[in-house]
């Protein structure tokens, strides 16, 4: 999500991850025997809601066994999060999780859960990085125009995003404090709803991961200023970076992962670990990924596990060095 945590995933990325050991003789006899339910911690419609179904369908065919989705959204991911977390440690709830419900939401607020002890983190499936669009009534085209407009309208201009201590939420508090601008925040419950509002023009900015924003913008009902990853991006490549445009080192996005709650058996999480490899590795989950730009990782649990952790310890470090609230 930040400088730190995308060097991480880049020494990763240069390790040779080994193969990871089944734990069959411990596996529970006809495992997974019942439908398994995955938990979307946001609303309907949002980019955390685009890849569940596209996890649960996956899921679905690997272990042969119907994946449902379900959505329990608000308290920025926690009530979803804090639901599979009281759940039996059996592998039949699981968590699409964000960096919302196991980062940021417990370290800015009292949770009913720990974000990472409280579960057995199965896989990290990539990162979507956000974009920087305005409704077509704001009359700004670059970076430096929008900045010029904020400036010149101190708290005038109100940003949408998918809830108290999104990736959307922090990726805009970041923009406001490197450009020294003042926004008001409206947060909602998921990025479905904030679409909504700010296709309407009812809120006029929006920091939303670039999967539900790109169809809007190529129809013209957004305007894209800037794009948060690491390069353009390849769906929409008229849209320079946020480095391109003027801000070095900005970039912004989700992680999504894969986590069953606290105590589920190892069989049971190496089971769900294959076939999540399975999931990511077949040709028409990459092919929905790059539809929603996703950057695919591929970690073991292990590696997953410091993932998180890092992401949490380059999470304090932000909030500490930038004065950034994490609450309203």
Known sequence: MIKLVWAFVAALMTVHAGTWAQSNANMPTGYPSKPILLINPYAPGGPTDLLSRMMAKGLSDQLQQTVLVENKAGGGASIGAAFVAKSAPDGYTLLMGTSAAHVVTPMATNVPY????????????????????????IKVDTLKEFIALVKAKPGALSYGSAGMGS?????AEMLKHRAALEMTHIPYRGAGPALTDMVAGSVPVGMLNISVVQPFVKTGQLKAIAYA????????PDVPTFME???PNFVSGSWYSLAAPAGTPLSV?????????????????????AQQNAEIFNLTREQTLRFIQDDAKAMQDLVHSTGMKLQE
């Open 114 to 137: 720990d974000g990472i002890k409280g579960f057995e983190f199965i896989g990290i499936i990539g990162n979507v990085p956000n974009i920087l669009t305005v409704h077509p009534s």
């Open 167 to 171: 990736s959307p939420h922090i990726g």
């Open 229 to 236: 990853g690491s390069k353009r991006s390849p769906t929409l």
């Open 245 to 247: 445009a003027g801000l």
């Open 269 to 289: 999480c190496d089971r769900l670990f294959k076939a999540f490899q399975g999931v990511l590795a077949s040709a028409d989950f990459q092919a929905s990924a």
